[in-house]
């Protein structure tokens, strides 16, 4: 039983190392045409987001900013505040 799970994944890594030798053998100008080629193969299979969707990412992109700028303003306030009451005390 345990010999009928096993994979062969030989075959696979000889079909990868095949598309290598092709793409070895083209030239410059076929690789780069080749490769436009898959681009735009693969960006047929995106799924492109809704106007709805972008518009929600977009709102809680900028609402984590504004948070952020808000914390980094505050720990900044407080930091130059502590700074300035150490050099008074000193100087």
């Known amino acids: 039983m345990a010999e009928e799970k096993k994979t062969n994944s030989?075959?696979?890594?000889?079909?990868?190392?095949?598309?290598?030798?092709?793409?070895?053998?083209l030239g410059f100008v076929d690789r780069i045409k080749?490769?436009?080629?898959?681009?735009k193969s693969d960006l047929k299979k995106v799924v492109w987001p809704?106007?709805?969707?972008?518009?929600?990412n977009t709102l809680v992109?900028?609402?984590?900013?504004?948070?952020?700028?808000l914390g980094v303003w505050v720990f900044d306030l407080i930091a130059s505040n502590l700074v300035n009451g150490l050099l008074k005390l000193i100087g």
């Open 10 to 25: 030989a075959p696979a890594k000889a079909a990868a190392a095949v598309k290598k030798d092709d793409n070895a053998k």
């Open 34 to 39: 080749t490769w436009f080629r898959e681009m």
């Open 50 to 56: 809704t106007r709805k969707q972008m518009i929600n």
């Open 61 to 69: 992109s900028v609402g984590v900013m504004l948070v952020s700028a």
